[in-house]
């Protein structure tokens, strides 16, 4: 893909060390935050650098879905019609794109980079405006949409938490500062050394004529392990860079490997998707007061729609239900919630391997052929 060859990925990167250097000193020496309109310039000059197409669909997009939730404001009668409405048509672009995965033939009318999450900011717009009964302001909803630093990958933010910071820049301290441009190198060295040896060691050792269950163990791990250096490090690449320019990015990932049930877990990785589906799904189906059996329903859809969100593909129907079942399942048993304190301390560490091992199987399906996979199982089985 394009947008992922290495002059672009450098190119984005010295955007993103750029816009780094000027915004933070600029508001430790001049004591000056960029300004909503600086901002938005500097969000559309970074993207056009990328893509001059991709500038120009984000600005379209953002326009459009403005107009949408300016429109929704005022309805009165029809305006959980138009709640609906509006919400479906932001997903448009969304599906058109995934669904070039089935029908390739299809032409490449718009510029797809980001346009999941763009699609789930959008959304949260519509929640906003139709829940708080508030309308959006031009320039905030421009920044939100267009916001360089969360623009492809997350953290995905909510529209009321951005319009918090927008409102009011955290101050910025030389302490901060060197605090987040640490922040930032960490998550520079996970992207560019660590997934590099990471990815180097796991495609040696798939390679690996005699899968021994230990080889294949170091697989499972390895795999999860790569998931893991790839999205937490443009997390933190992405909370510096926000940080900085005082817009308080959420955290995206805080120690999954310390959860003892599915749920947790998915309240420690990826967090703002989980929180975006648990808010947006989740809770809007779950609030009718269900049965055990209808929230395990709830549970499975709402983990199949999450894998669906990455791709029309038939690995991600796969980790669909196999997550849908597991989550589905926990919630059936009951086994939702586990407390550390109430746990001895050998069951907590044994559940907190079951579940992430459980997950390091999802993200083994997503990295390997189905030969491989094979392969990889029979090695467990002769265990």
């Keep these: 893909m394009w947008y992922l060859q290495t002059d672009v990925l450098l190119r984005m990167l010295i955007a993103t060390a750029a816009m780094i250097l000027v915004s933070g000193l600029s ?56 709640f609906v409405f509006f919400s479906l048509l932001c997903t448009i672009p969304f599906f058109y794109g995934r669904m070039r995965d089935f029908f390739p033939q299809l032409p490449v009318i718009i510029t797809f980079v980001g346009i999941s999450y763009h699609m789930l900011k959008a959304v949260d717009a519509m929640y906003f ?60 060295f996970k992207k560019m050394v660590v997934l590099y040896f990471v990815q180097t060691f796991f495609m040696f050792l798939v390679n690996e004529v005699d899968k021994l269950w230990y080889i294949c163990l170091l697989i499972l791990l390895m795999s999860y392990l790569f998931l893991f250096f790839d999205l937490s490090g443009y997390s933190d690449i992405a909370i510096a860079t926000g940080s900085v ?35 947006h799904i989740f809770v809007v189906l779950n609030g009718k007061r269900l049965n055990r059996w209808a929230s395990a329903l709830v549970g499975f859809m709402v983990m199949f ?52 091992g459980i997950f390091a199987l999802n993200t083994l399906l997503m990295t390997v052929s189905t030969p491989q996979l094979i392969e990889i199982l029979k090695g467990f089985i002769r265990l």
């Design 129 to 188: 405006v139709y829940y708080a009964d508030m309308n959006v302001e031009f320039l905030a909803y421009m920044n939100y949409m267009l916001f360089f630093p969360t623009f492809t990958a997350g953290p995905i933010f909510r529209y009321r938490d951005f319009l918090r910071v927008f409102n009011k820049p955290a101050p910025l301290t030389a302490e901060k500062f060197i605090g987040f441009l640490k922040r930032f190198i960490r998550g520079m």
């Design 305 to 356: 729609i999450m894998d669906m969100w990455h791709g029309f593909t038939l690995p991600y129907i796969i980790c669909g239900v196999y997550n849908g079942i597991v989550l589905g399942g926990e919630n059936l048993l009951g086994l939702t919630t586990a407390d550390k304190r109430k746990m001895n301390k050998a069951v907590y560490v044994s559940r907190c391997l079951l579940v992430n």
């Design 245 to 279: 320019m005082g817009y308080t990015t959420p955290e995206n990932f805080r120690k999954p490997w310390t959860a003892a049930s599915y749920t947790q877990f998915w309240r420690h990785w990826h967090i703002t998707l989980s929180d975006w589906v648990r808010e």
């Design 27 to 82: 508001r430790l020496v001049l004591k000056k935050d960029l300004g909503p309109k600086l901002l938005i310039a500097a969000s559309v000059a970074v993207i056009m650098y990328v893509s001059w197409q991709l500038a120009l669909f984000s600005i379209g997009y953002a326009l459009i879905t403005f107009i949408f939730a300016r429109i929704l404001k005022p309805l009165k009668k029809s305006r959980r019609f138009f």
